[in-house]
């Protein structure tokens, strides 16, 4: 029996599709939230009605790899104060 759905959730559906193509699967349900303006609930429900569970990461990225370049700019400070600039 098909189950009749409102033009709001389709339109979900539609942006939470799409934001997965255009990104590659590297997005969350936060990001979906964000995007869609619904709840994380609503698009985990839609995600898995449709499908689409295994198509998206689970878990935010950690921030630590972003930092990496601030962590080697303070490194490579502190070894020229130390060293002179043959460090």
């Known amino acids: 029996m098909a189950q009749i759905t409102s033009p709001r ?3 979900i559906a539609f942006q939470i599709w799409w934001l997965i193509e255009d990104r590659a699967g590297e997005c969350t ?6 995007f869609t ?3 994380t609930r609503t698009c985990s429900q839609i995600c ?3 499908g689409w569970s295994g198509r998206y990461r689970k878990m935010a990225r950690s921030h630590a790899v972003d930092n990496c370049p601030q962590l080697f700019d303070a490194i490579d400070d502190e070894l020229s ?3 002179g600039e043959a460090a």
Do not use: H, K, N
């Open 29 to 34: 349900l936060a990001d979906m939230a964000t």
């Open 9 to 11: 959730i389709e339109r």
């Open 37 to 39: 303006g619904a709840s």
């Open 81 to 83: 104060s130390l060293f």
């Open 48 to 50: 898995r009605y449709r």
